[in-house]
């Protein structure tokens, strides 16, 4: 494992864009030497920030692909628009579409290469499924790691979740953490039984990280959110929609995933008309976290795919 604190560590840069109602946004760019053999928007996860993918990231680079990743709007350090800054709040993942087109305007990705891939993970995957088919010529490959293509809802039946969520909302609490969660406690962030990866170091970088800049701490999600994403992945599964994805499609799914639904995974691969799919067996959520003797195979499969 390789830890990098900062992305000027990993050989990057920082850089930040401004959305027009006003969010500022961080993203990073991780350039190569000469030229790049081709480019990659590395979309992260819920909660998630730019250090934490600086490893892959950066693996990416040395195999010849320059490198764009962002910190989504409430998350990392970019902007947040309540109060508690460990809430995951949005009113609509269409927001979360029009920051990285921001990004990615103000970075000239589609100048970097011809050859542009999208390597989304968890809610980075959903969104950059919603983005390959609102923008086709923005990639030719698309990569989804874990992808929240439907979520489990834990002791919350999944048909009622939305509905019980939409009377939150009208009770006036979309601003609230969704129940069972809350903010940030580091006593109940433990390695033990934890949903996300089998690998103790990787687990531990992130609460190193949350000690080091508080400020890249989320923690629970809102109901909106909850919400907004419900919306989002209804959009996602129609068959109108995902005949729309043109692009190869290479997707990674987690043997031991309690956090995304597999089984929709598989559905998306089977209803995408260009789609690989890949099961990593004893894999948990956070499939590029994972122990090297689960995270090797899956990056090996990314790069042979990326040089297709």
Not at 67 to 89: C, T
Not at 179 to 206: A, C, H, I, Q
Not at 231 to 239: R, T, Y
Request: glycine residues 8%; proline residues 6%; contains cysteine.
């Amino acid at each position: 494992m390789t830890d990098f604190e900062n992305i000027e560590a990993a050989g990057g840069t920082t850089h930040w864009a401004r959305t027009p109602d006003g969010t500022s946004l961080r993203y990073g760019v991780l350039p190569t030497d000469g030229t790049p053999r081709g480019a990659v928007l590395l979309l992260p996860g819920y909660s998630e920030f730019i250090e934490k993918y600086l490893e892959t990231g950066s693996e990416l680079q040395r195999a010849g692909y320059s490198v764009l990743l962002l910190d989504w709007r409430g998350q990392g350090l970019s902007d947040r628009k309540l109060s508690d800054h460990h809430k995951g709040h949005v009113q609509s993942m269409d927001e979360h579409i029009g920051d990285v087109t921001q990004v990615l305007a103000e970075s000239g990705f589609v100048n970097w290469s011809e050859d542009r891939a999208i390597l989304g993970l968890s809610m980075g995957g959903h969104l950059g499924l919603r983005l390959a088919h609102g923008t086709p010529d923005l990639c030719r490959k698309l990569i989804l790691i874990a992808p929240m293509i439907d979520m489990r809802t834990g002791p919350i039946p999944r048909q009622l979740a939305p509905v019980l969520t939409s009377a939150m909302i009208k009770l006036g609490r979309s601003t609230d953490y969704v129940f069972t969660t809350g903010p940030y406690d580091p006593e109940k962030r433990v390695f033990e039984g934890n949903p996300l990866t089998s690998d103790e170091n990787r687990f531990g970088f992130t609460r190193r990280m949350y000690e080091l800049n508080p400020e890249l701490i989320v923690s629970g999600p809102t109901y909106a959110w909850l919400q907004a994403a419900f919306s989002s992945v209804q959009l996602i599964k129609s068959k109108r929609f995902r005949r729309g994805i043109t692009q190869s499609v290479l997707i990674a799914m987690a043997g031991a995933d309690t956090v995304v639904s597999n089984l929709a995974i598989k559905k998306l691969a089977l209803e995408l008309p260009r789609a690989q799919l890949v099961e990593s067996p004893c894999a948990r959520h956070e499939i590029l976290q994972e122990i090297d003797s689960i995270r090797e195979p899956i990056l090996h499969e990314i790069e042979r795919f990326l040089q297709k």
